[in-house]
């Protein structure tokens, strides 16, 4: 099957297919005032409240912003130091096997048996789980068409790329049809083609499941969520659909022209979020509240822009 393969036609051809529609029942993710303290005194997250439906959340941060913290604690990986998390009203800390059972994880760092073939592991990851043997078998198959690995399945993990071992982690992930799917940086190591066919099957995976994707790269988190947080030193900056934050970012995003020798003391000058290069010099797009420059035009902010915003008041308030 090549890359280009239009996902939601993959999933319709699936012999497991989703769960429908009018099958699926109500979910609900509550984080309420969590934090996770480490030793000697070091807060990961704190105070930290989201609630989640169906849909792609896109939670974006810096690396280091406490986002593996949290997806730790929302596959019970991990306890939180305070607050709770409860799905469907169970409190995880008490019961976890009440999101286990439906919970789909790929880890930042996904490990596999080098000695064993794709087939091989996704069956053992099958039993881990107690799924049906033959029931597992069709679903393997089916999963290994959708990320692109069916002609490599039966060669040995350990001589697969870095790209290929984490299309095996997103198979894994999604073995049980999970109600919760959470992966925490998908997209790393994979190539273009294959970051664009991650995002259009999380996009469609989103329609009766809770997902969570956890990354620092904002062109990931556009084209996926519906759904966006943004989390930096443990604290939530905010939380919102992608156009509330644009819109947040409205009248704050300015672009104009410089030489190209000013071009490295406009980086400490300005919060630039791109250049261009052109015929008359350097094009700057900087995200400021009043005009950075005499001739600076005002533009419409993308996400980045908006993420770039909010990361930079967050750290002027920390300096104050």
């Known amino acids: 099957m090549s890359l280009t393969t239009p996902v939601s036609t993959t999933l319709q051809a699936a012999a497991v297919p989703l769960v429908p529609a009018a099958a699926a029942p109500a979910l609900d993710l509550s984080i309420e005032a969590v934090g996770k303290q480490y030793r000697r005194g070091a807060w990961a997250l704190r105070d930290l409240s989201l609630r989640l439906g169906p849909g792609v959340l896109g939670l974006l941060g810096p690396n280091g912003a406490g986002k593996s913290t949290l997806m730790r604690i929302l596959a019970t990986i991990t306890q939180p130091t305070t607050g709770k998390v409860t799905w469907n009203g169970a409190d995880l800390a008490r019961a976890p096997d009440a999101a286990r059972r439906v919970l789909g994880y790929l880890p930042q760092d996904f490990g596999v048996y080098p000695n064993l073939n794709a087939v091989e592991f996704l069956e053992y990851l099958a039993a881990v789980k107690g799924l049906d043997g033959r029931a597992a078998r069709r679903r393997i198959d089916d999963l290994l068409q959708l990320v692109n690995l069916a002609e490599a399945s039966r060669r040995p993990l350990g001589g697969y790329s870095g790209g290929m071992k ?11 049809d999970p109600q919760l799917l959470i992966v925490d940086e998908p997209t790393v190591g994979l190539d273009p083609e294959e970051r664009v066919r991650f995002r259009n099957l999380l996009s469609d995976l989103s329609g009766q499941r809770i997902v969570i994707l956890s990354t620092h ?5 556009e084209a996926a969520a519906s759904d966006i947080a943004v989390i930096n030193q443990g604290q939530l900056l905010a939380h919102g659909s992608p156009e509330a934050l644009l819109q947040a970012a409205a009248g704050q995003v300015w672009e104009w022209v410089i030489p190209s020798a000013e071009l490295p003391a406009a980086r400490q000058r300005y919060l630039i979020s791109s250049t261009v290069r052109t015929g008359d010099g350097v094009r700057l797009r900087a995200v400021a509240e009043a005009p950075p420059a005499p001739d600076a035009q005002p533009a419409a902010p993308a996400l980045e822009d908006a993420y770039l915003r909010l990361l930079a ?8």
Do not use: C, E, K, P
């Open 166 to 176: 984490q299309r095996v982690g997103i198979a894994q992930a999604l073995l049980n």
């Open 313 to 320: 008041r967050h750290r002027n308030r920390g300096a104050a």
């Open 217 to 221: 790269i904002v062109s990931d988190v």
